[in-house]
């Protein structure tokens, strides 16, 4: 990977300890839209955050409090603001866009505690056109080597009163999903947590996501209200509620973000995320192939009659390898069979851990090898489920069997806590797995902070209430909670959404089924869904009878996992979402609806100048009786063509532009 990193200083104050203090220190971002002001007074420290003059936050505390010392923030001398401008250049082998060039301004402001032997924290600030992003750091320092981090005291004292999106949990230990509530923020309720990304939509259509970048070494953030004030949460270290972060200096906290813009798009198209996050560690990234994948377990282990026994042995996963090999799908996922792993262990299911787990062997109706050793011979790769609990107290000795047998990467499920250790926990899986060429696919698990920057091997996480769900739940997932993932939580990155599935029914008509779930939305809908949701290692989740021969299945052959470029549309949140991706000289556009009937018109202007041959799926008055149906037609367009595009309720709209010679 070809990193370009160019950091210039143009302007730096240099006084000594003993300068007087500075009381207020401003920061815009290259554009001026956005701009952040630090104050200092007695009581601690605060900032203010505008865009295009419109205070968003104001007055907001800034402070943390230790085990050893008490509180940081009162009595302190602001000293030697130093000014930079910077740009992060570089490639991204996994991701929504390939290359990225991203300018800010930078300001560094040295905190000291007013006393002998003064505690030294930075806070470190970038504005961004496309939002602003700061956090605390820990220089090493003669007085101070390690601390125990019990708060953290930012603040977001968010004006007016705009609409809220969010997650809201009871406790820290969760799987980081739900469905969204959409209140104002004054409804919000005090004392629950709010999980990130999380969304404010201002009465000007000014869009606001409060999220963290580099989540490394530190716990997992979280908003929660009190004393009507949005405020920080760290999840604490398990088994006690008052450490949250332990650390040996120099250190430093996860980016604080805020993305802003006026159009919602803006915050889906930002690359802030990543550019707050490191260069990659892994050098040559030529192992890398992200791709989409089966995925049984979804569909309910489904097979068609057969000559042998279905389970967990080779014919079950040659039946799937085979569907792979034939439709291009790059991988096969082994999970084992009907609630139990392809791994020795005594445990009672998937999820509930017993006494015995031996990751580095496999049951005895499964050969790994030879699974593997098929898979390579038509050219598709194995990847494998795997608990975490099961997988980390072996976790090289697996990795060197793994790949020994060929296996290409695996899903790490079941995480479901966002504490310091997990976080340390996560890095170290990526980082062995890395060492091992295989990629990661966790489950269960927060949201993402921008890693797969810095660990490319991290190809999707979930941390979403999805399509599983239609498993169990007694009403569908819903075309608008599609929107409220789209608007919030792919805001973070990469979401594994479980896709794939082909039997749309009408709401009125939905059941429970955990083998063959039904789906509420559109086949268009669900062949969109590809384009707008962002994962390196998209399901085709359900059985090959449900694909093959059906209605809209070539598109989903043929669509890609990671893109070039993206670009919104056109967006209405709570409404509908488009989106275009380009892939080499193709571009792929994706429009997905709510439940409402509508017909929007979309512009082809961001195409390159010649003509594109377009294949579009699309709705039709049919598709309101069944939901299945969809229309394909091919015509030439150019970048001055507009499209009409009539989406059905819960409908969509897919489409790949191919290039003419």
Same mark, same amino acid.
């Given at each position: ?207 606001? *996501? ?8 530190? *716990? ?232 797969? /920057? ?34 919030? /939580? ?133 598709? *309101? ?37």
């Amino acid at each position: 990977m070809k990193i370009v990193l160019r950091f210039c200083l143009i302007a730096v104050l240099v006084f000594p300890i003993v300068a007087k203090s500075q009381q207020t220190v401003s920061l815009t971002s290259p554009n001026g839209q956005v701009s952040f002001k630090f104050s200092h007074s007695p009581s601690g420290p605060s900032y203010q955050l505008r865009y295009k003059q419109k205070v968003l936050i104001s007055d907001s505390k800034l402070g943390l409090v230790f085990k050893e010392n008490g509180h940081f923030g009162a009595n302190l001398k602001v000293i030697a603001a130093k000014f930079s401008t910077g740009e992060e250049i570089y490639t991204l082998p996994v991701g929504k866009t390939s290359s990225v060039h991203h300018k800010y301004r930078q300001v560094i402001i040295p905190l000291i505690e007013n006393r002998p032997n003064g505690r030294q924290i930075n806070l470190m600030v970038r504005a961004f056109n496309d939002g602003l992003a700061f956090r605390y750091e820990f220089p090493k320092q003669e007085h101070w080597s390690s601390y125990t981090l019990t708060d953290e005291l930012t603040e977001f004292r968010i004006m007016g009163n705009p609409k809220t999106r969010a997650l809201s949990f009871k406790t820290y230990n969760n799987s980081h999903e739900g469905l969204y509530q959409k209140v104002a923020l004054d409804q919000l309720k005090a004392g629950e947590l709010l999980d990130l990304p999380t969304l404010f939509e201002f009465p000007d259509q000014v869009y606001m *996501a409060v999220t963290e970048a580099n989540l490394r070494d530190y *716990a997992g953030m979280y908003l929660s209200k009190k004393d009507g004030v949005l405020q920080t949460f760290l999840s604490p270290w398990q088994g006690q509620t008052a450490v949250k972060v332990k650390a040996q200096l120099p250190h430093q906290t996860p980016w604080r973000v805020m993305l802003i813009g006026d159009r919602i798009g803006t915050l889906i198209e930002s690359n802030m995320i990543t550019s707050l996050n490191e260069a990659s560690k892994i050098k040559d990234t030529s192992w890398l192939k992200p791709g989409k994948t089966s995925f049984h377990w979804w569909n309910g282990d489904v097979l068609p009659d057969t000559s042998f026994v279905p389970g967990a042995n080779f014919e079950t996963n040659k039946y799937y390898i085979d569907f792979c090999a034939r439709n291009h799908i790059e991988y096969h996922s082994v999970i084992g069979y009907g609630g139990f792993a392809w791994y020795p262990n005594d445990w009672p299911n998937y999820g509930h851990q017993g006494t015995y787990a031996d990751v580095t062997k496999t049951i005895a109706s499964l050969d790994m090898q030879q699974i593997c050793d098929y898979a390579k011979s038509k050219n598709v790769g194995i990847h494998v489920w795997v608990n975490w609990k099961a997988l980390y107290p072996q976790l090289e000795a697996a990795f060197i069997q793994f790949e020994k047998w060929g296996i290409k990467g695996m899903m790490v499920d079941f995480l479901d806590r966002d504490d310091q250790e997990m976080v340390r926990i996560q890095e170290e899986i990526l980082e062995r797995a890395a060492a091992h060429h295989l990629f990661i696919q966790f489950h269960g698990a927060y949201k993402p902070t921008g890693l797969s /920057r810095t660990y490319p091997n991290e190809f999707t996480r979930e941390g979403t209430y999805n399509y599983e769900q239609n498993k169990w739940r007694k009403v569908g997932i819903s075309p608008e909670h599609d929107l409220d993932i789209a608007f919030t /939580r792919l805001l973070a990155g990469a979401a594994d959404y479980h896709l794939g599935g082909f039997r749309a029914v009408k709401p009125e008509n939905f059941k429970t089924h955990y083998i063959r779930p039904m789906m509420i939305g559109t086949r268009t809908h669900m062949l969109a869904m590809y384009v707008v949701m962002e994962s390196y290692l998209n399901m085709v989740a359900d059985y090959p009878e449900a694909y093959e021969g059906k209605m809209g299945f070539d598109f989903l052959k043929k669509v890609p996992t990671t893109w070039d470029e993206t670009k919104v549309l056109d967006a209405k949140v709570d409404g509908y979402l488009s989106i275009a991706r380009r892939k080499g000289n193709d571009w792929y556009i994706g429009t997905i609806n709510n439940s409402t009937v509508r017909n929007i018109k979309l512009s082809l202007n961001f195409l390159p100048d010649g003509e594109y041959e377009a294949e579009i799926y699309e709705d039709s008055a049919a598709t *309101a009786d069944d939901p299945n149906f969809l229309v394909k037609h091919v015509k030439v367009v150019t970048n001055k063509d507009i499209l009409s595009v009539d989406m059905q309720q819960g409908g969509g709209q897919a489409m790949r532009l191919t290039k003419r010679n």
